[in-house]
């Protein structure tokens, strides 16, 4: 291969760490106190380290796109995002590259980590202390999951995850990286790592309107699909019959022989 100055290869990826923790930061004294949790249970300078987004004085930015800022800027080979107001006061570093280890085995296409979500509308998961119960496990773990709550989620870096563009706020974000990994071939798990959570959850006003965008944004984007492109047309459903029925070739026949039809009749 000719040498030209302004071609060069590609260089292999390397990690700087194993973990990279991501946290946006609203009260600094809450977060130091997470950070030193993590330190005592073997997070350290040689396989760790900590990003963060002050958003102390004002929101700079929400949970879309810091996540999003996170997984672009994170070096590690496991991204913890990660609540100011957990604490890892059970489980330590040791125990997560054992749950880490278990799922590269199990399932080398998981994507993203946590300890409470759910496979449907009613198979629940949960492995954590929290206001509401303490040393709480629920299902058999690991387990599969549609979703996954935000207050610790490990995602891997080599699956290159982003949240959606066009949502915002500070809720269901979860549920959104989750849903875009399976959309992309990774799948989420909950996993039997044990911390505390501080908080008991806050369904306000504003969970209410990331719920509404959130569905409305899928309602949009997991509707049936026509298209076309250079080679071949295709129309989609959720129906695997009605995808092959509409599929066939004297479908598109008929088609073409409608689209002719029109046009001649519009030249006429």
């Given at each position: 291969?000719?040498?030209?100055?302004?071609?060069r290869?590609?260089?292999?990826?390397?990690?700087?760490?194993?973990?990279t923790?991501?946290?946006l930061?609203?009260?600094h004294d809450e977060?130091e106190?997470?950070?030193a949790?993590?330190?005592?249970?073997?997070?350290?300078?040689r396989?760790?380290?900590?990003?963060?987004?002050d958003?102390s004085?004002?929101?700079?930015?929400?949970?879309y796109t810091?996540?999003?800022r996170?997984?672009n800027?994170a070096?590690?080979?496991?991204?913890?995002?990660?609540?100011?107001?957990?604490?890892?006061?059970f489980?330590?570093i040791e125990?997560?590259?054992a749950?880490?280890?278990?799922m590269n085995?199990r399932?080398?296409h998981?994507?993203?980590?946590g300890?409470?979500?759910f496979?449907g509308?009613s198979?629940?998961?949960?492995?954590?202390?929290?206001?509401?119960?303490m040393?709480?496990t629920?299902?058999?773990?690991p387990?599969?999951v549609?979703?996954?709550?935000e207050?610790?989620?490990v995602?891997?870096k080599?699956?290159n995850?982003?949240?959606?563009h066009n949502?915002k706020?500070?809720?269901m974000y979860?549920?959104?990286?989750?849903?875009?990994?399976?959309l992309?071939g990774w799948?989420?798990y909950?996993?039997d790592?044990h911390?505390?959570?501080k908080?008991a959850?806050?369904?306000?006003?504003s969970?209410?309107?990331s719920?509404?965008?959130f569905m409305?944004?899928?309602t949009?984007?997991?509707?049936?699909?026509y298209?076309?492109?250079?080679?071949?047309?295709?129309i989609i459903?959720?129906?695997r019959v009605?995808?092959?029925?509409?599929?066939r070739k004297?479908i598109?026949?008929l088609?073409?022989r409608?689209e002719?039809?029109?046009?001649m009749?519009g030249?006429s």
């Amino acid at each position: 291969m000719k040498s030209y100055p302004n071609v060069r290869s590609l260089p292999p990826k390397v990690a700087r760490h194993d973990f990279t923790i991501c946290t946006l930061v609203t009260h600094h004294d809450e977060y130091e106190a997470m950070i030193a949790s993590f330190h005592t249970a073997g997070f350290s300078e040689r396989n760790s380290d900590f990003l963060y987004i002050d958003n102390s004085q004002t929101n700079v930015d929400d949970g879309y796109t810091g996540l999003n800022r996170f997984l672009n800027e994170a070096t590690g080979n496991y991204i913890i995002i990660a609540h100011q107001d957990i604490l890892l006061s059970f489980d330590t570093i040791e125990t997560l590259y054992a749950r880490i280890e278990e799922m590269n085995q199990r399932d080398p296409h998981w994507g993203i980590l946590g300890n409470a979500g759910f496979a449907g509308l009613s198979e629940k998961y949960y492995r954590i202390s929290d206001p509401w119960r303490m040393d709480t496990t629920i299902g058999e773990l690991p387990a599969k999951v549609k979703s996954l709550d935000e207050n610790f989620l490990v995602i891997k870096k080599e699956a290159n995850l982003a949240l959606s563009h066009n949502l915002k706020g500070f809720h269901m974000y979860g549920a959104d990286v989750c849903t875009i990994a399976s959309l992309l071939g990774w799948n989420a798990y909950v996993i039997d790592f044990h911390l505390y959570h501080k908080s008991a959850g806050n369904c306000n006003e504003s969970f209410s309107r990331s719920r509404e965008a959130f569905m409305s944004k899928y309602t949009r984007t997991l509707s049936s699909l026509y298209l076309r492109t250079t080679c071949t047309t295709m129309i989609i459903t959720n129906n695997r019959v009605v995808n092959w029925l509409l599929n066939r070739k004297i479908i598109y026949s008929l088609k073409k022989r409608i689209e002719n039809i029109t046009a001649m009749l519009g030249r006429s």
